[in-house]
């Protein structure tokens, strides 16, 4: 086939495969059967509260630039590339979600990253550590796989050898002289998302004895109880697979939730692994329109290796609470049907928490089963609404009836009826704590999401990169990619500026050598200032530009004063919910407040029966 046909076959075929999806964005929102009105009962308390949160989405904006970093992305799949406050701050508000109530234990329901690279996973792990307590995190979709859709089956593996492409992407600041940061292991795939997690945990014997890292490589299988029966994480069982199968890898975890005083029963979360995305599961899913990640499967393994904690607890009368990334409608039929055979050994009301969605809801499922689900769907930290939630949960014993309480958080005057009260609250608690106004600082983040919006390229141009193989489609990837670095440095400087003394840890910083001792002000006009005219001036510029952001990003977490953490917070949100209030609702991934209302978005509590 000649090279021209060769490249119109190429739009073809990438016109195919995107049709499904584009179509399936443009579908219309049908709200999810909620639980009816509460209809009371003598509800014992079983549980004290624990954090509930989702869908942090840690990303790694520095690395070599693929579609995440060009804004076009954003005309494909909104807030593919967010704001920039988000890379820089997005993570300070899980650490204020998670420090807001420091004695619960916690529980991440997944998408921990964004890009799953290294980076984003030690930046990540500090948050985690420095809550000094008991928690767990399930595997999302963005935990192990790129970009949350792709996996490197092996049709992925002749493309592209080795994953380059995906360890570049994850190369924050890196320049050509980078030996610390252009290594081919800055990418975590699945296999080692899970070895990370278990050496994290291992590492805190006194927390988690007699619990092993993981080795290296290989596959590995983990069947670890905690000595304690009272401790949040009581048992683990894991399997780790090696090679181009890494997405079959699992790691389910029994959590036991703190009792209640006066409590009748014990509460068990079975925290599920629902990212299992083998080879044919992807291509099957890609066939249907769904990219890898979207759908979640839990294959028979891991339901054979967690059967024995769901028939124990049914001996003991413990009430079993199911758990996972992905939301229950968002389940392959498979796993759907796997899940309902496992939970028949319950004779108790049914209750799955989830994450996924971004949007948050209370579903009432009963389909495949002879008695209801009740579905609690948390939302994100990553996009609008911004919120996590307590949960606790009561049982009515003459009723056989579950009540499942979940406050909204951050925690207003009175319960949240509407987006305004939810973004009232975010802004009394972190904004005014920073001690700046708050109209000040949305003014500098309405600017910064406008000029973000504006820079955003063609998607025909993005389209056509994908396909084509030439140098103006490069320079046009890296124009996109220049004008996000901007946008960060320009967040930074403002940071600088407003910090001062509270911001001690930036005045220490060692600048690189081409900043020929200027200050990093007069660093970052001078790289602002720079008219590239080639693709080989773009490159050089990028590099140096994404070394200044990631330099100074880094240390923001060493920042610990309460007034700058909470300037970060703040801005973090504010630019969240500009950005969300720009987008229309037919773009907005089902979110509008309209459609979260339908599906009970601001409820606190439901309760479930056996019919």
Partial sequence: M????????????LAAALLPVV?????????????????????????RPITAIGDTQEHESTGYPLHDNDSAVDAYVEVAQRPPEQPLFGRRMMEWALQAHRDEPWLHLGDVMDLSCRSEAQRMTRIFRATGRAG????????????????????????????????????????????????????????????LYLAEYASVRQLMPALEVPPRAGDYRVSWRHPDPEFFVSAIEANLVEGTGYADSFIAQRLKLPRAPGATRDVIVIGLDTNQSGPLVSTFDTLRGYSPGSMGHVHPEQIGAISHWVVQAARRGDIVVFAGHHNWQSLGLPTRIRLRE???????????????THRGFWAMHRALGGRPLLELNVSSLSDWPIAWRRISFGYDEQANRLLVRAELM?????????????????????CETSGFPTDYL????????????????????WLWEEVAD?????????????????????????????????AAELRSLKL?????????????????????????????????????????????DDIEEQRAKAYMTCRAVLATKIDFDATPDDRNANRSEANRRAEQFFRVEASVGID
């Fill in 23 to 47: 179509l399936a964005g443009c579908a219309g929102f049908t709200p999810q059967p909620g639980p009816g009105p509460e209809p009371g009962g003598r509800y014992v308390t079983l549980t």
């Fill in 410 to 430: 951050p925690q207003g005057r009175s319960p949240h009826a509407s987006d305004a009260d939810l973004l009232a609250a975010w802004q009394k608690e972190v």
């Fill in 136 to 195: 767990a995190i399930l595997p999302g979709n963005h935990d192990g796989l790129m970009f949350g859709i792709y996996r490197y089956d092996i049709f992925s593996v002749l493309r592209d050898p080795g994953a380059r492409k995906w360890h570049a992407a994850c190369r924050r600041g890196a320049a050509a002289e980078d030996a610390q940061h252009r290594t081919e292991v800055e990418a975590l795939s699945k296999r080692d998302f899970i070895a």
């Fill in 342 to 356: 496992l939970m028949d050994n319950l004779d108790h009301p049914l209750v799955y928490l989830s994450a996924h």
């Fill in 512 to 556: 690189p050598p081409w900043c020929r001792q200027q200050s990093d002000f007069d660093c970052i006009n001078g790289l602002l200032a720079e008219q590239p005219t080639n693709i080989a001036e773009h490159r050089a510029l990028f590099r140096r530009k994404a070394q200044m952001v990631d330099l100074l990003g880094s240390q923001l």
């Fill in 442 to 461: 949305r003014s500098l983040d309405s600017a910064a999401v406008a000029r973000q919006r504006a820079s955003r390229g063609s998607l025909i141009d």
């Fill in 470 to 502: 030439c140098e103006s489609c490069e320079l046009e990837r890296y124009r996109h990619a220049q004008a996000y670095q901007d946008q960060m440095l320009t967040t930074l400087q403002q940071l600088r500026l407003h910090l001062g003394p509270d």
């Fill in 2 to 13: 000649p090279l021209g046909q060769r490249a119109t076959h190429r739009r073809a075929t």
